[in-house]
């Protein structure tokens, strides 16, 4: 177990050079960040070389990545365009961020296990058919779009939620917000759930623990339930990271200062301190989600042992 | 059909309400492509300390009527239009499902046929034992566990103590069919039933599997249902037999008596089939033809295109369980032939 833990941890080493160089290259390519903080006015040719030399602009982008990552190293991710440090707003994003992202996980596991287990349980019924035909309508219509609709009908027009969730709002104020994040995972989990329960139901050992007399809540719950969750519990766990990524949309729709308002202003501002920094943060909890999946994994499947 | 007296069958059962009867007991399923009847008419009755053979080929409705048994049939599509299961002289089907829960593990239990697929995998044994006598008798968890490596004794499966955390896949084929056996012994039932106990297993470990099944079955005094399609198995355990083919009882009769006179042509079928060192070198009886659809069963006896000695009537006719000797039973209509030949 040990060793295994450690050649994971070392197989991450190349992802995540890999997928930080590439962010590197694609704000590199985003355009010239001297240019935009001039915006329309020209910049002074010596003063924009000054400012280049200052922000190591002026070598070659392998170097400039090697400079960047040793900075990181230090804890020094670099300025952002209002001249904060980088490090500062991830202090302010990454708790709202982990907060909404906490709250559509919880929606996404309940719900969308509840769904999966009731349609798994009633195959071929109207619950089953509804839950399907829910989960496809969630799935094929986009994100920003049922974003703004429940915004405009839960929070404007009916006013069952604030439309906006402002800095250090109660948990309460997220629900919508976490539903329209968790939404599409949430089909996911539902048709996941529903698929694994519905072939753990017609399982040899499932017939052995009816015929033991046990009650048919244990029989689910224990027995039906412990085995169909596997494989949405590896799901859940590399959702993680998406759910946080994801909430670039959801947090512009609901004006929330998180991770994905800073990405969105670092873009936008084409500032590359602050990109690549949160998108390496990003990376890092992505990766460390997925590992404790793969060591969740052992510990729900006896059958699997990592050496 | 007619109700033969099988009693006679049984040595030294006394009681005069058998432990398990089934009456004309039929089953259904339904599926898309018409009616399947499984069982079509079954009588049989199963005393304490007896063991009942129950024998056919795939399809004959051996296992579906265990099924029934013990309420595990899955309905729908299964149904069961017709008939009875007595158990201690009470009907189950006429039982709510929590009072036929309260008998399924704790007065009848069943023994599968693949252990490694009958066991919960992410489980481990102990847990799977334990949870017999936490949810039948409200045990504690350490409790239960005491009794899960005692029950590991009993069934004698070695260093019960440091193996009762694992989970199946790390015991072999016969200890997990140990287990499984284990399980169904846990709160001394009356009655058990073994559906193909020892089909999985290796010839050298199918002998001791069996061995250990009919002791502790004398040691308790339990009724044993034994399913199986293995007339080898069955000579050195069962009391008595019934054939079952296409969802029928075609013969029954007590164990010895129906390997050196059968009087059925299937049993005759079934027995010339078996390889023997006296016939090294000839070639080996097959009966011809395949089991009949249970869609589409042939009108009369259900056996009469497979049939040797079948005539007109055997197309037209269902034969009715005639007796044939004492505790001896044939549905066919020449069973007086086929017991003379």
Known sequence: MGRYVIRRLLQMVPVFIGTTFLIFVMVYALGDPVAAMFGDRAPDPATAAQIRHDLYLDHPLPVQYLHYMGQIFTGNFGKAATGQPVTELMGQAFPVTLRLTLVAFAIEAVVGIGLGLLAGLRRGRFADSSVLAFTLLVVAIPTFVTGYLLQYFVGLKWGLANPAVGDGAPLGDLILPGIVLAGVSLAYVARLTRTSVAENSRADYLRTAVAKGLPRRRVVTVHLLRNSLIPVVTFLGTDIGGLMAGAVVTERIFNIHGVGYQLYQGILRQNPPTVVGFVTILVLIFLAANLLVDLLYAVLDPRIRYA | MTVIDETAAAPGAAQTTPLLEVRDLHVEFHTRDGVAKAVNGVNYSVNAGETLAVLGE????????????????????????????????????????????????????????????????????????????????????????????????????????????????????????????????????????????????????????????????????????????????????????????????????????????????????????????????????????????????????????????????????????????????????????????
């Open chain 2, 58 to 341: 795939s399809g004959s409705g051996k296992s579906v009527t265990a099924q029934a048994i013990m309420g595990i049939l899955d309905m729908p599509p299964g149904r069961i239009p017709k008939g009875e299961i007595l158990f201690q002289g009470q009907d189950m089907l006429a039982m709510s499902g929590e009072q036929r829960r309260r008998i399924r593990g704790r007065k009848i239990a069943m023994i599968f046929q693949d252990a490694l697929s009958s066991l919960n995998p992410v489980l481990s044994v102990g847990y799977q034992l334990g949870e017999m006598f936490r949810v039948h008798q409200g045990l504690s968890r350490k409790a239960a566990k005491a009794k899960a490596i005692e029950l590991m004794d009993r069934v004698r499966i070695p260093a019960a103590a440091e193996r009762v955390n694992d989970y199946p896949h790390q015991f072999s084929g016969g200890m997990r069919q140990r287990i499984m056996i284990a399980m169904a012994l846990a709160l001394e039932p009356e009655l058990i039933i073994a559906d193909e106990p020892t089909t999985a297993l290796d010839v050298t470990v199918q002998a001791q599997v069996m061995d250990l099944l009919a002791e502790l079955q004398r040691e308790y005094n339990m009724g044993l249902i034994l399913i199986t399609h293995d007339l080898g198995v069955v000579a050195d355990v069962a009391d008595k037999i019934a054939v079952m083919y296409a969802g029928r009882i075609v013969e029954t009769a007590p164990v010895h008596e129906i390997y050196s006179a059968p009087a059925h042509p299937y049993t005759k079928g079934l027995l010339q089939s078996i390889p023997r060192l006296d016939r090294k070198g000839q070639e080996l009886y097959a009966i011809k033809g395949l089991p009949p659809n249970l869609l589409h069963v042939p009108s009369g006896c259900a056996f009469n295109p497979r049939c040797p000695m079948a005539q007109d009537i055997c197309r037209t006719e269902v034969p009715v369980l005639h007796p044939a000797g004492p505790g001896r039973g044939s549905a066919c209509h020449f069973w007086k032939e086929t017991l003379g030949e």
